[in-house]
Nanobody, 126 residues
Framework: QVQLVESGGGLVQAGGSLRLSCVSA?????????MGWFRQAPGKEREFVGC????????DLRDSAKGRFIISRDNAKNTVCLQMNGLKPEDTAVYYC??????????????????WGQGTQVTVSS
């Protein structure tokens, strides 16, 4: 059963914006999961982009995303979003939504996330 489904990717010019969404099938347990966003560019390893606690009260972003990306969640709608502004060509990647029950200190470790979406392609042209 597919637990996470991403949407919102696409082709955008540098400086543009995209909003990625991830809908989960967790139901009333959604709020217990830390939700993360990761990305993988061609020929590179998958890397952490950001994450948000179950309550939405705490977030973290990789340094290159700070000031440009915003993570939010709506537990009533079982949805987490990644608003990406000021996109750069180096943001081009497949973006994955992930969910897990993990210590906050392990939030950058993809092996701590037990559920993954299928990914959505983001392409930023220069």
């Amino acid at each position: 059963q597919v637990q996470l489904v991403e949407s919102g990717g696409g082709l955008v010019q540098a400086g543009g914006s995209l909003r990625l969404s991830c809908v989960s099938a967790f139901g009333h347990t959604f709020s217990t999961y830390i939700m993360g966003w990761f990305r993988q560019a061609p020929g590179k390893e998958r890397e952490f982009v950001g994450c948000i606690t179950g309550s939405g009260g705490n977030t973290d972003l990789r340094d290159s995303a700070k000031g440009r990306f915003i993570i939010s969640r709506d537990n009533a709608k079982n949805t987490v979003c990644l608003q990406m502004n000021g996109l750069k060509p180096e943001d081009t990647a497949v973006y994955y939504c992930a969910a897990g029950h993990l210590p906050w200190s392990y939030r950058w470790d993809e092996t701590q996330y037990g559920y993954w979406g299928q990914g959505t392609q983001v392409t930023v042209s220069s």
